[in-house]
């Protein structure tokens, strides 16, 4: 008898569960209803990528040492590191560098592992060209600073979904001007230091207040 009333409980709950999901999933729909869809006049209005978007890959020669870790940890094993052994100094001595973004998928692997930082995910993404072998960037391609849609003359910036005030569907309604949503990376490192901080005087505080109880 137990053994039934606890199988009818963990159906019961299944199909409760199972009819919050659909819930969920058509409120999700119904949102998307509501939305009307906006046009954005390429290329004369641009959307500006997330702070963490994916773009084309920056690499500063002076910095890479030439260990070929980017290489080692690529899915494709992407990065040509062109360097020779200098018998004299007995140091490596890069000659080149270069990455295929005709078959790069933009994981950011290279750049996460880089030991000394000389790769850098842009903001960039415009990289059509009329010929694939166009996009084997070599060193001095790869060390071009990526142009960015808000600092670009030419172009109306728009911000993205993602990152217009609640109830905005419309990128063109909002004034430039005016507040973003959301904060920034920056802005939010700022505020978990500062919170990080608070909670250290605390704890000292606390500390200090129980060492003076048991003196
Ligand atoms: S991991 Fe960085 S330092 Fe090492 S070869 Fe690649 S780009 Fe250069
Ligand atoms: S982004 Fe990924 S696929 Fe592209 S070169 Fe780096 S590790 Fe390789």
Known sequence: MTSFLKKVADYTR????????????????FDHMRRRPVTVQYPYEKLIPSERYRGRI???????????????VCPINLPVVDWVMNKETKKKELRNYSIDFGVCIFCGNCVEYCP???????????????????????????????????TDPSVHPLRELAYLPKGVMDPHDIPSSQ??????????IQQINQESALDKTTKNLSNISAAEKDN
């Open 116 to 150: 000394t930082n000389c790769l850098s995910m842009t903001e960039e993404y415009e990289l059509s060209t009329f010929d694939r072998h166009s996009l084997n960037f070599d060193n001095v391609a790869l060390g071009r600073l990526p142009t960015s849609v808000t």
């Open 58 to 72: 920056h690499y500063e020669f002076d910095k890479c040492i030439a260990c070929e870790v980017c290489v080692r």
């Open 14 to 29: 299944e199909a409760v569960d199972a009819a919050n999901y659909l819930a969920k999933g058509l409120s999700v729909t």
């Open 179 to 188: 507040s973003r949503a959301g904060k920034l990376p920056s802005e939010i």
